[in-house]
């Protein structure tokens, strides 16, 4: 077995390995990754940015991406106290591989629909 098998076959089945890549690559998440990549951003202003989004979803995701490291929580000291969120170092080399997957969507995408229109016919 190669290095890159025993690698993907780790992926497949590895739990922390699946459990992560579920919470990042979810809807929210890279909804909420790319609002923070731009700018640190407060809970209601990411309501705004991302409309679709219900209070919970929203809480529930920045509260999945903290606890990965991927994002944090700052307490800005001003009245009344508020909270900010920003993107960490670690959530910042999220950027490249995301921008690669987008990519590749958007270059198949034709390829996509078409096979998603025979699939459909079938």
């Known amino acids: 077995m190669t290095d890159t098998s025993a690698a ?3 992926l497949i089945v590895s739990t922390p390995h699946r459990e992560l890549l579920d919470q ?5 998440s890279l909804a909420v ?3 923070l990549c731009e700018q ?4 209601n202003e990411l ?5 679709t989004v219900t209070q919970k979803s929203l809480t529930a995701t920045l509260r999945k991406l903290e606890r990965n490291g991927i994002i944090e929580r700052v307490l800005l000291s001003s009245r009344p ?3 900010e969120y920003r993107i960490t170092p670690l959530g910042k080399t999220l950027r490249p591989p995301i921008d690669v997957i987008l990519q590749w969507a958007t270059d198949h995408m034709p ?7 025979g699939f ?3």
């Open 111 to 117: 390829e996509i629909e078409r096979a998603r229109e």
């Open 40 to 43: 640190p951003c407060r809970f």
């Open 120 to 122: 459909d016919l079938a």
């Open 81 to 83: 106290v508020a909270v």
């Open 47 to 51: 309501r705004r940015a991302i409309p």
């Open 33 to 35: 990754l790319n609002e």
């Open 8 to 10: 993907r076959d780790e």
């Open 24 to 28: 990042i690559l979810d809807k929210w």
